[in-house]
């Protein structure tokens, strides 16, 4: 076993720890917990799962494609999001959506090759009224522009390597 295998073993064994009962009834809070330890669901993560809650790995992994919020293929350490709401579609997202993808070099849904952005859309969030909008890590940018956007993650991303 190698020292990254040995350390992730050890860093699931932590999460499957806060659930003592083996409750298989836990899986999807389980699941939450290594992938928010992780960023993904990890192999070992998966089936180390499914051992401690004496489930099939076939079935830990099908709640892994039922839930849509699962991930498990390595994520980047940001996520920037574009609704593509109606409201925000019209007043144009879709543009947004163009130069994220173009910045980035990465579809909608796909993840940057050295792991530092996420780009994702998303249908209405609920504040139609400052759209069009992105959300970077969990922050509303509202009446964005493209230009705006391109400012927003080139920055994000020029931090990151300067770190
Ligand atoms: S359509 Fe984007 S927030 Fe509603």
Same mark, same amino acid.
């Given at each position: 076993m190698s020292?990254?295998?040995?350390?992730d073993t050890g860093r699931v /064994?932590?999460? @499957?720890?806060?659930?003592p009962r083996h409750d298989p009834g836990d899986l999807v809070n389980i699941l939450h917990d290594l992938q928010a330890e992780f960023r993904y669901l990890t192999e070992t993560a998966l089936q180390e799962a499914a051992a401690y809650l004496g489930l099939p790995p076939a079935q830990v992994y099908g709640v892994t494609t039922f839930y849509h919020g699962f991930h498990t293929e390595p994520r980047g350490e940001h996520t920037c999001t574009v609704c593509m709401g109606t409201a925000?579609?019209?007043?144009? /997202?879709?543009? @947004?959506?163009?130069?994220l993808e173009r910045d980035t070099g990465v579809a909608a849904g796909g993840t940057t090759p050295d792991l530092s952005l996420n780009v994702e859309e998303v249908s209405c969030v609920g504040?139609?009224?400052?759209?069009?909008?992105?959300?970077?890590?969990?922050d509303t940018h509202g009446h964005m522009t493209a230009d705006d956007l391109s400012r927003l993650v080139t920055k994000l991303l020029d931090n990151e390597g300067r770190e």
């Amino acid at each position: 076993m190698s020292e990254t295998q040995a350390t992730d073993t050890g860093r699931v /064994a932590a999460v @499957l720890a806060r659930y003592p009962r083996h409750d298989p009834g836990d899986l999807v809070n389980i699941l939450h917990d290594l992938q928010a330890e992780f960023r993904y669901l990890t192999e070992t993560a998966l089936q180390e799962a499914a051992a401690y809650l004496g489930l099939p790995p076939a079935q830990v992994y099908g709640v892994t494609t039922f839930y849509h919020g699962f991930h498990t293929e390595p994520r980047g350490e940001h996520t920037c999001t574009v609704c593509m709401g109606t409201a925000c579609h019209v007043r144009g /997202a879709p543009r @947004l959506l163009e130069q994220l993808e173009r910045d980035t070099g990465v579809a909608a849904g796909g993840t940057t090759p050295d792991l530092s952005l996420n780009v994702e859309e998303v249908s209405c969030v609920g504040a139609c009224a400052i759209g069009p909008l992105v959300i970077l890590d969990g922050d509303t940018h509202g009446h964005m522009t493209a230009d705006d956007l391109s400012r927003l993650v080139t920055k994000l991303l020029d931090n990151e390597g300067r770190e």
